[in-house]
């Protein structure tokens, strides 16, 4: 733990954080939409955001380990983090084969194979991620996070992911705040104080069954989203004033499509929906809590006496550990399907890399499958250029669309250029 610091010209600044979700390739759309907020907004609201707090899950926990280690560096962030995506070929970061699919049924019956990668331990996994580890590795400055935190560049940085064993969520946590006492109620949620390196990001983004478990101590660990995809209960937990919430599924329609015009679901339809549920469904229901939440407190504090509003506040630090307090939010997520962007790039063959294997072959051929109109499973593991250029293009233009609104919920929380 880094010792306790005082944030740099905080003021009356709220506390803000910074909530990144999961999704795999999909989150070079987070990459997109925080080049917008750092180059962009930034020159309209005369300097950069301090985002105090900083949590992720999977990829999301990948992004905020990188935000954190180039806090001191903000205008620079965006452009690097989409540059880094748009330079993925395919058939270089992922990979998998005959030998990876046919360890799949051990690992769904709790025998998987564990494997050696540089000295260290994977279970499972049907594709094969080294290459991408190692760019996980080489992207962050993993030792500026500590660095950042004592210069109060930020104050806190989560990443959540989940013990394989226990079934529990866990809460890697570095803060220059120290860890709140009585973290959670919830048996099935822990928080754990380290050093946050590539091990804490790599587990947090390992896609059950896809992609290997990581080994951390002696406990294997996987993605964070199974349980807490959006991390917005660390972020409370950690004193956010506000919180920013990048999503990475598109808005769900109203009109929803009819049951009987749905295709005959085959496998990789089944995976990607599967995923779509451990991944992308939480965030609605955390938001839609949090609305309520801060209604009824605003509710009790306007129509409450002193006396009244001050029981409130005991009992309900008695049950969870901490008063309520009501905390703003603005969410910014896909105005387009990326499970069908993914598609149209695959039917296309428009790939940054011109190889593939029997792996690479099995994602083309689940873009073009008769019936297909959505590729969710494909966006997940489509770690492609072409396609995350499309992705973060996306992100940036919805932030575009977002500006005033976003302007307005972040100006108070710029710290000036000096």
Not at 115 to 137: K, Y
Request: proline fraction near 5%; include cysteine; charge should be neutral.
């Amino acid at each position: 733990m880094s010792a306790p610091t005082r944030p740099r010209t905080r003021g009356d600044r709220p506390r803000v954080a910074l909530v990144l979700s999961g999704g795999g390739a999909r989150g070079a759309y987070e990459a997109g939409v925080m080049r917008y907020i750092r180059e962009d907004l930034a020159g309209d609201l005369g300097g950069q955001v301090q985002f105090d707090i900083i949590c992720g899950t999977s990829v999301g926990a990948i992004h905020a380990c990188f935000f954190a280690a180039t806090a001191d560096i903000p205008e620079q962030q965006g452009r690097i983090l989409v540059d880094r995506w748009e330079s993925f070929v395919l058939e270089e970061m992922v990979s998998f084969g005959v030998k990876e699919f046919m360890r799949a049924p051990a690992t769904l019956l709790g025998s998987g194979h564990i494997d050696e990668v540089e000295g260290e331990r994977r279970l499972g996994g049907i594709v094969q991620t080294r290459q991408l580890e190692r760019m996980v590795r080489r992207l962050i400055p993993w030792t500026h996070i500590t660095t950042n935190i004592q210069a109060g560049n930020l104050e806190s940085l989560s990443v959540t992911a989940t013990d394989i064993g226990s079934g529990k969520t866990v809460v890697f946590l570095q803060s220059a705040r120290g860890q709140a006492p009585g973290w959670s109620k919830d048996p099935f949620v822990r928080a754990q104080a380290v050093n946050i390196g590539p091990e804490h990001a790599l587990a947090s983004a390992a896609l059950p069954i896809l992609f290997p478990a990581i080994c951390i101590g002696e406990r294997f660990f996987c993605d964070g989203g199974l349980r807490q995809n959006t991390p917005l209960s660390p972020a409370l937990r950690l004193g956010a004033d506000k919180v920013l919430v990048i999503g990475l599924r598109q808005q769900p329609k109203t009109n929803a499509v009819p049951e009987e015009s749905m295709p005959f679901p085959g496998a990789a339809f089944l995976v990607g929906k599967i995923l779509d549920a451990f991944l992308l469904d939480h965030i609605d229901y955390d938001l839609d809590r949090l609305r309520r939440f801060n209604a009824v407190i605003e509710a009790v504090r306007a129509t409450g006496s002193p006396d009244h509003v001050a029981r409130f506040d005991e009992v309900v630090t008695t049950m969870r550990g901490a008063p309520y307090r009501a905390v703003g939010e603005y969410m910014i997520r896909p105005s387009a399907d990326l499970g069908a962007i993914a598609s149209q790039v695959a039917r296309a063959g428009r790939f940054k890399g011109s190889g593939g294997g029997p792996g690479i072959q099995l994602l083309r051929r689940l873009a073009t499958a008769r019936g297909a109109n959505e590729a969710d499973l494909l966006s997940y593991i489509l770690f492609d250029g072409l396609f995350a250029a499309e992705v973060a293009r996306l992100g940036y233009e919805d932030a575009r669309a977002h500006h005033d609104e976003l302007a307005k919920f972040l100006a108070d929380a710029v710290v000036p250029e000096v």
